[in-house]
C-alpha cells in the first residue's frame, strides 16, 4: 500500500541528474550573446566542451534541495567591428550550489585568446571579459529552478512540490482551542506523549577517511556557522554538552552528550519523520582518529529502528559523507568486517595449534631432500665394490692408444 503525501515526502530521497544537467548547459549557454560599443562587434558562446561534476536533487523533510558542483569548459567566439572572427576558451572551475544560492563565494572565469592578437581583436576580447561573465550569471541562476520543475515531480509525492524551504504542515486542520474551567477535571495527555513506547532496534555503522585534519572535522560537525556549507540547509548547534541541535532545516534533531574536540561527539538522534517512532532517540557517535594524512571518521549509531536499518545507512551516507564531498573533503574507502566475540575468541584458541601443524609440517619437508640424496650416496658405495669383484669392467676409451 502507497504511504500518503504527507507521510511519503519526510524520506530522504536523492535522485541523480548529472546526464540531463550536462545537456542543459550544452543547450542553455549557446543562447548567450553579448554586444559592443563598437558596431558590428559581439561575442557569443559557441560550444561546450566540458561539464565535469555531480548533479542532484534531494528531498529532506518535504522539502526539495539542489545539490550541483561543476567544472565548465566553453569555446567563445566574436567578430569585430571590420568583420574579423576572433575565437577563445573560457574556463570556469566551479559552478554550484553554494556559489548561486547560498553566495558563500564568487565565479571565477580563465580566459584564452586563440586568435593572433591586433587591436580590433584586443577590443572584442576586452568585451568578451567585461560583459559575458554577467550573462552567464543570470543563466546560471535560472538552473536550480530547472532542476527542480523538471525532476521535483518524481521525489515528491504531490501535486504541488514545495520549494520555499518551509516544511510542508503535518496537519492543515486546527484544533479548536480548549476554554479553562477551574471547576473541571484536566483532560488526561496524549498517552504517547506521556511514555515512550518500546521499540526494537538495531545498530549500523559507516566508516569514512575524511582528507581533513580531527580538528577540522569536529568544527565542521558541530560548529552552527559550518554546519550549512555540507548540509546546504539552516542548522542550530551550540556544540556543548547538554545542549540541543537541529541540522538539514530541522530533519534531525537531538542533544549533545559529551564533546571531546578532536576526538569524539556523543549525541542523541532523532528523524523527523513520521516514518520514525515518535518520542524514540538513537545515539550517534561519532569518532574521529587522526592519521598521517586523512582522519578517520566512524559514524556509529545504536538504536535504529528494525526494519529502518538500511534507509537509515543510505542516508548516512548520501546526507553526511556525501555532503563533506560535495565540498572536498571526503574519500570513501569500504567499511572493514566485523567479528563476534566467540569468533575471535575460538580464532585465538585454534591459532597456536594451527601455528604448530604448520611448522612441523615445513620442518618435515625440508629434511626429505637430505634423506633422499643419503640414500643415493650410500647406494653408489655399495654398488662400486661389487661391480669391481664381479670382473666387469668399463669399455677402454676411445682416446687411448694400442700397443
Not at 85 to 111: A, R
Request: one cysteine or more.
Amino acid at each position: 500500500m502507497a504511504l500518503p503525501p504527507t507521510t511519503a515526502n519526510w524520506h530522504w530521497k536523492n535522485k541523480n541528474v548529472t546526464r540531463w544537467g550536462t545537456e542543459w548547459f550544452e543547450r542553455e549557454l549557446l543562447t548567450i550573446t553579448v554586444t559592443g560599443d563598437n558596431e558590428g562587434e559581439t561575442v557569443s558562446i559557441s560550444k561546450v566542451t566540458e561539464v565535469d561534476g555531480d548533479i542532484e536533487l534531494g528531498q529532506r523533510k518535504s522539502k526539495l534541495i539542489t545539490i550541483f558542483d561543476c567544472k565548465v569548459v566553453l569555446d567563445w567566439q566574436g567578430t569585430t567591428s571590420d568583420g574579423t572572427e576572433v575565437k577563445g576558451t573560457l574556463t570556469i572551475p566551479e559552478v554550484s550550489h553554494e556559489i548561486i544560492c547560498d553566495q558563500l563565494s564568487e565565479f571565477v572565469y580563465n580566459w584564452r585568446l586563440t586568435t593572433d592578437a591586433s587591436p580590433e581583436v584586443n577590443s572584442v576580447f576586452a568585451l568578451a571579459r567585461a560583459r559575458l561573465p554577467a550573462a552567464l550569471e543570470a543563466k546560471f541562476a535560472t538552473f536550480p529552478t530547472a532542476i527542480v520543475e523538471t525532476h521535483g515531480k518524481d521525489l515528491t509525492v504531490s501535486a504541488d512540490p514545495s520549494r520555499s524551504g518551509t516544511p510542508a504542515p503535518a496537519n492543515t486542520k486546527s484544533a479548536p482551542t480548549p476554554v479553562a474551567s477551574s471547576s473541571s477535571t484536566p483532560a488526561p495527555a496524549n498517552p504517547k506523549t506521556q511514555e515512550k513506547a518500546k521499540v526494537n532496534s538495531t545498530s549500523i555503522v559507516v566508516e569514512a577517511d575524511f582528507r581533513a585534519s580531527s580538528d577540522d572535522l569536529f568544527g565542521l560537525l558541530t560548529d552552527e556557522k559550518r554546519i550549512p556549507m555540507w548540509t546546504r540547509a539552516s542548522a542550530q548547534s551550540q556544540g556543548k554538552p547538554g545542549t540541543e541541535y537541529s541540522l538539514f532545516g530541522g530533519g534531525v534533531k537531538g542533544k549533545y552528550i559529551s564533546l571531546t574536540p578532536q576526538k569524539e561527539i556523543v549525541q542523541t538522534w532523532a528523524l523527523q519523520n513520521p516514518s520514525w517512532p515518535s518520542g524514540h532517540e538513537a545515539t550517534l557517535t561519532t569518532t574521529l582518529e587522526q592519521g598521517s594524512e586523512s582522519t578517520k571518521v566512524v559514524f556509529s549509531l545504536a538504536g535504529v529502528p528494525l526494519g529502518m536499518e538500511d534507509e537509515i545507512k543510505r542516508n548516512i551516507e548520501g546526507y553526511y559523507i556525501h555532503g563533506f564531498k560535495s565540498i572536498g573533503y571526503v574519500h570513501l574507502i569500504p567499511s572493514a568486517p566485523v567479528y563476534s566475540s566467540s569468533y575471535m575468541q575460538n580464532k585465538s584458541k585454534l591459532g597456536p595449534a594451527k601455528n604448530r601443524d604448520q611448522t612441523k609440517s615445513s620442518t618435515l619437508s625440508s629434511y626429505l631432500p637430505a634423506v633422499a640424496i643419503a640414500a643415493l650416496v650410500l647406494a653408489a658405495a655399495f654398488a662400486v665394490p661389487l661391480l669391481s669383484s664381479s670382473g666387469f669392467s668399463p669399455p677402454p676409451s676411445p682416446l687411448s692408444s694400442s700397443k
